[in-house]
């Protein structure tokens, strides 16, 4: 028999580190602990491992998702460990891997990506996957002894806590197909749905073959009634031929009454054209103009906005214009940035180079003497030069500043604004001022004096030059800018001329007026003016529109006309030998399209009395081979019926007597009841009820706590009378709604009826827990796992 050994995860939803834990220390092994610290994320873990799902996970949306549910980090990799021991021996080890970096859609709930491996042992060492010994002759529903082991685990193994009831939330019918292989008539309910298979379809065909047999008698007694009419008002038609101009009509071979009718409407069409060509000419008109102001839009606005132009060459030239101001603007901005740097007195001079260097480069070669002394002496000058040089500096500005304070203060005594001592008057603090900077003055080197003199020459004579240059460009250029937004609205590509030039054609050639709605000039910008003039065109295109009086649509016209290749030239219908089209030839070639309905009605209803003739035989055949069909399947669903009841009595027994131990407190002290089909005419079910002859599922009629004593009753039942070789039972919080009765019980039925099967429980409470362990502790040593201090105290 096959127990859980050894488990480790990493990366796993609430376990980030590496965790492990030993099943095989012994077989009561009861998880306790507050909601939260992971109980039932390691129930997930082993049912992940033995079915590659967690059945308690629903796709509640379709939507994507940037983090993967069962991943602490999506960043990184997720690795579970579970080992299988027989007889304290690994049996095998199940590894499961969920990549770094999945993306959106394997996120999803509905798509996990899960590699699931089969190790001969335990690895020693979990840093290299290479390293692992990978068994590929393993395989686990054969190790287990259960070749359904992914969608019975949760009938077998596993009771799950907030889907203790999952197995009886599905439909009767649902319920018999997850356990029906238990049955072991599992080819014999597959023949029985192939031969269901076959009557559904001979039923279908058959259905198929009435449908038509009516549906052919129906269209003989037409063609009958329509053939007397023929004959009736087409007593010449055997000499009739047809006008010729019509090649279509000419070598018309029908193929169904409704071809015929359409061959004549087409007709129809034609000859109100032949009589209606100035009506026709207007319907064009109105067509054509409908179609210039609900789809061409682009065209009319294109006409608006380059329609005075004559030519392409004037739009490129345009295009031009425009890459030039753009030139402009751009140097417009520069010598705007250049100004804003240069119009502080004591701006970054070695910036005011650069841009000068880039902006003004003849300028800058005039001084390049003076500019490689500047730049010689700064490298050449000392970090505390430098800084005295910038004392000085802001000395003169401070200066600069209070003297235009103090020219506002009447006060006869003044604070010193650089060390704030009290002067009695101006004048001292004057003295006092200019001693202190021929101090500092006198500290600078000579290579300092020299920067300074040659920055104070280039500020007058290189950056002020620049400035008044940069003045003037900008005062002459910057107005033919404001000529950059109407000549960007002229510009468009070649093919939207070609399609606007179309387009004016076809205004000139039927007169109508457009010039008011174009630009005067291509310097003009519309902007959204152009939105109110694109109106008025449109309104003005529709003030031009032909009065029509024939309700006929164009499209049906024009459909028409394609279809029988003709044209209409000058007021005239042509067909494709230039021949024109007459009324008295479309009138011919209706007489003619009479006599070619009268032949094929003839044929045709020869032809369908043999059709109906051969579909009658053909339903009879099917019919005598429906009823064989049924026979067999019934016989054969009987029979089935009778083995599955008798294979479902060995497990209702069991089902009484143990859920008749769990449930204690029912009021009539009696078990649940299992039922299945009996009867051929239903489908196979599975039925709990609380009555022998109770007719209503047990979902319908039982509480909550009932319930979740029913189906672990199901489970214990479903391992007595069929059990696999994985003697595990895993039940997460069993107890959360039974009474204390019914607790009692529970555990009683679990200590002596599965005394060698391996138990994995759950409770949130402590006191439930040493109940629990109470009631093992002389049948074996219980571990109990407090779950909170495991968790916060966590080995590797």
């Not at 292989?181 to 279908?204: H, M, P, V």
């Not at 009474?739 to 679990?750: G, I, K, P, T, Y």
Request: proline share 2%; aromatic share 10%; charged share 30%.
């Amino acid at each position: 028999m096959i127990k859980l050994g050894r488990l480790r995860l990493k990366n796993f939803k609430s376990f980030g580190e590496p965790f492990f834990l030993d099943f095989s220390s012994s077989d009561v092994v009861i998880f306790d602990g507050p909601n939260g610290f992971g109980k039932t994320t390691l129930f997930d873990a082993v049912e992940i491992c033995l079915t590659r799902k967690i059945g308690r996970v629903v796709n509640t949306d379709g939507k994507q998702k940037d983090t993967h549910l069962l991943k602490k980090d999506s960043t990184e990799v997720t690795e579970i460990f579970l080992e299988l021991k027989s007889e304290n021996i690994t049996a095998a080890v199940i590894y499961l891997r969920i990549p770094p970096q999945t993306t959106q859609q394997q996120n999803k709930p509905a798509l996990f990506t899960l590699e699931r491996m089969l190790l001969s042992e335990w690895p020693s060492q979990f840093n290299d996957d290479s390293e692992y010994s990978y068994d590929e002759s393993l395989n686990l529903e054969d190790l287990l002894g259960n070749s359904e082991l992914e969608s019975t685990f949760d009938l077998f193994n596993y009771v799950q806590q907030e889907e203790t009831c999952h197995f009886l939330k599905n439909k009767e019918s649902e319920r018999h197909s997850i356990i029906s292989y238990l049955f072991g008539s599992i080819r014999q309910n597959e023949d029985r749905g192939k031969l269901n298979l076959i009557k559904k379809k001979i039923n279908a065909q058959l259905s198929s073959l009435k449908e038509d047999i009516t549906g052919l008698e129906s269209e003989k007694v037409r063609v009958s009634e329509s053939l007397g009419l023929l004959v009736d008002n087409n007593e010449d038609a055997q000499v009739m031929e047809p006008s010729g101009k019509l090649e279509f009509i000419t070598n018309f071979i029908p193929i169904s009454n409704e071809q015929i009718g359409g061959a004549r409407d087409a007709l129809e069409r034609l000859l109100w054209l032949t009589k209606n060509i100035g009506e026709y000419s207007n319907l064009e008109f109105n067509y054509f103009l409908n179609l210039l102001i609900e789809q061409r839009e682009q065209a009319l606005k294109d006409i608006m906005l380059s329609g005075h132009l004559n030519s392409y060459e004037q739009v490129q030239k345009a295009d031009r214009h425009v890459l030039s101001l753009n030139k402009l603007g751009l140097k417009i901005n520069n010598f705007r940035s250049f100004l804003s740097l240069a119009e502080y007195e004591h701006s970054d001079l070695p910036n005011l180079l650069e841009k000068i260097s880039s902006y003004f480069p003849n300028e800058y070669l005039k001084h390049k003497d003076k500019l490689d002394n500047y730049f010689k002496a700064s490298k050449e000058v000392g970090g505390y030069q430098k800084v005295l040089s910038k004392l000085l500096e802001s000395r003169k500005n401070l200066k600069t500043c209070f003297d235009s304070h103090i020219s506002e203060v009447r006060s006869s005594k003044t604070n010193c604004p650089f060390c704030g001592d009290l002067k009695n008057s101006n004048e001292q603090l004057r003295l006092e001022y200019e001693k202190q900077s021929k101090v500092f003055e006198e500290l600078q080197s000579d290579t300092l004096s020299a920067l300074n003199l040659l920055e104070t020459d280039l500020r007058k004579n290189l950056v002020s030059k620049c400035t008044k240059k940069a003045n003037r460009f900008i005062e002459k250029y910057s107005r033919l800018l404001d000529f950059k937004l109407g000549l960007e609205e002229v510009v468009l590509p070649r093919e939207r001329w070609e399609r606007m030039r179309k387009v004016i054609e076809w205004l000139n050639i039927n007169e109508i007026e457009f010039s008011q709605f174009c630009k005067a000039d291509s310097s003009v910008f519309l902007g959204e003016k152009g939105l109110y003039r694109i109106q008025e065109f449109k309104s003005s295109l529709r003030n031009v529109s032909k009065s029509i009086e024939s309700e006929i649509s164009f499209d049906e016209i024009k459909s028409t006309l394609k279809g029988f290749d003709l044209s209409v030239v000058s007021n005239q219908v042509l067909n494709s030998k230039a021949d024109q089209l007459t009324g008295s030839d479309v009138e011919l070639d209706l007489k003619f399209l009479n006599l070619v309905k009268l032949k094929f009605n003839s044929d045709k209803l020869t032809a369908l009395d043999e059709r109906i003739k051969k579909l009658q035989i053909l339903h009879g055949t099917l019919s005598r081979k429906e009823s064989t069909i049924k026979g067999i399947h019934s016989k054969y669903t009987k029979k089935i019926k009778e083995y599955e009841k008798s294979v479902a009595k060995q497990l209702a027994i069991p089902f009484y007597i143990y859920s008749s131990k769990i449930l204690q407190t029912r009021p009539d002290g009696n078990g649940a009841f299992l039922q299945c089909a009996e009867s051929t005419k239903d489908n196979g079910f599975i039925r709990f009820t609380s009555g022998l002859n109770d007719a209503h599922d047990a979902w319908n009629t039982m509480s909550s706590g009932q319930l979740s004593g029913l189906v672990i009753s199901f489970m214990l039942a479903m391992n007595k009378v069929y059990p696999t070789q994985l003697k595990t039972l895993l039940i997460d919080d069993p107890v959360q709604t039974m009474d204390e009765m019914n607790l009692a019980s529970f555990v009683q039925l679990l200590k002596y009826e599965f005394k060698d099967s391996q138990l994995i429980l759950s409770t949130h409470e402590r006191k439930v827990a040493n109940f629990l362990a109470y009631k093992y502790q002389l049948q074996t040593e219980p571990k109990l796992v407090n779950m909170k201090k495991l968790k916060l105290e966590p080995t590797t």
